[in-house]
């Protein structure tokens, strides 16, 4: 099983030296690339099975799959990573269409 992030775990004491510092702020960068990138990719994915599962006749998501996903982030990352699965969900979902929203005063 994929190791969880420890809740309490205290962060590690910064060196002194300052280019160690911005290293480690552009792998934090880089990182941030990737998981915006892994995002958008399995947002597509997210949405297409929705727009299969449509096509198929059954509804546009699945209850059990989403709740599974939020398990998980929970096992793994704690009541944060519930929010983090929820905001996933959110984003995966098709924008409402303009005429489908609501009137604004």
Do not use: C, F
């Amino acid at each position: 099983m994929p190791e969880s992030v420890p809740h309490g775990d205290q962060p590690r004491p910064p060196r002194a030296t300052e280019g160690i510092a911005d290293e480690t702020a552009e792998q934090l960068s880089a990182l941030d690339e990737q998981l915006i990138a892994q995002l958008v990719h399995r947002i597509r994915l997210a949405r297409g099975h929705q727009l299969s599962r449509r096509a198929a006749g059954l509804p546009t998501t699945s209850l059990a799959q989403e709740n599974a996903m939020l398990l998980r982030y929970a096992a793994r990352l704690g009541d944060q990573g519930a929010g983090i699965a929820l905001a996933i969900l959110e984003l995966s979902r098709p924008p409402a269409s303009p005429a489908s929203a609501p009137e604004r005063p």
